[in-house]
């Protein structure tokens, strides 16, 4: 079973829509370093280890990284979460800024 963190914030009315609650410890916590350090306007965090935590797939749109490459953004999620991957079995990641259509 996959769990499902969703947050995304329109720029017109900055709400955050929430579609489920994180389901463990390091889901939470991966939410709260993006959310502090990248303001994201869209975030989808799966758990894609069955539950444990253990393998994360992130989908993150942030105006920090706009005329960034895939890469550097890549290495600046990598940074911010530079505590919490070492206690993971992966993670992959989607990155985009809010200018990229969503695919």
């Known amino acids: 079973m996959i769990s499902r963190f969703f947050i995304q914030t329109t720029k017109v009315s900055q709400i955050r829509t929430f ?32 539950g444990c935590g253990s393998m994360f797939k992130i989908e993150i749109t942030s105006p920090e990284f706009i005329n960034i490459s895939t890469l550097n953004r890549h290495r600046k999620v990598n940074d911010v979460l530079r505590r919490v991957i070492p206690t993971l079995h992966g993670i992959t990641l989607v990155t985009r800024d809010p200018n990229e259509l969503l695919k």
């Open 19 to 50: 579609c489920s609650i994180p389901k463990n410890p390091k889901e939470t916590e991966i939410l709260n370093i993006l959310q502090k350090e990248l303001n994201p306007t869209f975030l989808n965090i799966f758990d894609m280890s069955g």
